[in-house]
């Protein structure tokens, strides 16, 4: 059971490059969230969807764009990276009915 | 003032020892209350959670919710070398979403 896959796992770009990170559970979960990680600040929510086809915006969601196309699938994008990008981030799923969300294992990115 | 506030530490702790990790927050619609522990490198596993003030044991770990104080603490009993980890407080409200607000995280090493 693979859980929460995010892939790339490792990504360094360009300033003003573009790129998709991918999320996939197989948990069936209705619920999935991007979150970024930078040090000293926890995590912040960036984007979510509660449901196949629906996202809706979290604390940081400038910069970023997110689609839902498939309930199992979330993917986050970045149009035009800016170094303050440069960040951990990780994709979470959640059932409708329990608390606990699963986490991917992260996706470190650098902008240069 | 930030919604949750957790002391960043590092805290570093002998073998044995009794850890106590602690988050206020000023949210009163935080409803879960939970403690997710991350391993360097990994993403954020969960740990513990509650919903209602007052102590939930699971082993050497003890979760404690005061809701008139808006303060949470975890304890861990007998602390081991792979209790080493970085320990985040979490909250959720009853939105449908129910995303998670995180504190900033408490790096704990505990030597052997």
């Known amino acids: 059971n693979a859980g929460v896959t995010q892939t790339p796992k490792f990504r360094v770009l360009k300033t003003g490059q573009s790129m998709t990170l991918l999320c996939a559970q197989d948990m069936n979960h209705e619920y999935m969230y991007w979150y970024r990680q930078d040090p000293g600040m926890g995590l912040r929510l960036i984007h979510y969807?509660?449901?196949?086809?629906?996202?809706a915006k979290g604390e940081v969601p400038d910069g970023y764009n997110v689609s839902r196309l498939k309930k199992q699938n979330f993917l986050l994008g970045l149009e035009s990276a800016a170094p303050s990008q440069t960040s951990v981030y990780f994709c979470?799923?959640?059932?409708?009915?329990?608390?606990?969300?699963?986490f991917g294992q992260g996706t470190r990115l650098t902008v240069v | 003032q930030k919604e949750v506030e957790q002391d960043p530490g590092p805290l570093s702790v002998p073998e044995g020892a009794i850890v106590s990790l602690n988050c206020t927050y000023s949210?009163?619609?935080?409803?879960?209350f939970m403690w997710y522990r991350q391993y360097s490198r990994k993403g954020p596993e969960l740990l513990m959670y509650?919903?209602?003030?007052g102590n939930k044991e699971d082993g050497r770990f003890t979760a404690q919710v005061d809701k008139s104080s808006k303060y949470i603490s975890l304890f861990i009993r007998d602390s081991q070398p792979s209790d080493s980890a970085t320990y985040l407080c979490?909250?959720?409200?009853?939105?449908?979403?129910?995303?998670?607000?995180f504190g900033s995280g408490t790096q704990l090493t505990v030597l052997p």
């Open positions: 979490a909250f959720t409200g009853s939105g449908s979403a129910r995303q998670l607000t």
């Open positions: 949210n009163s619609a935080f409803q879960y």
């Open positions: 509650t919903y209602s003030s």
């Open positions: 969807s509660v449901g196949e086809g629906t996202t």
């Open positions: 979470a799923s959640r059932s409708q009915v329990n608390t606990e969300a699963f």
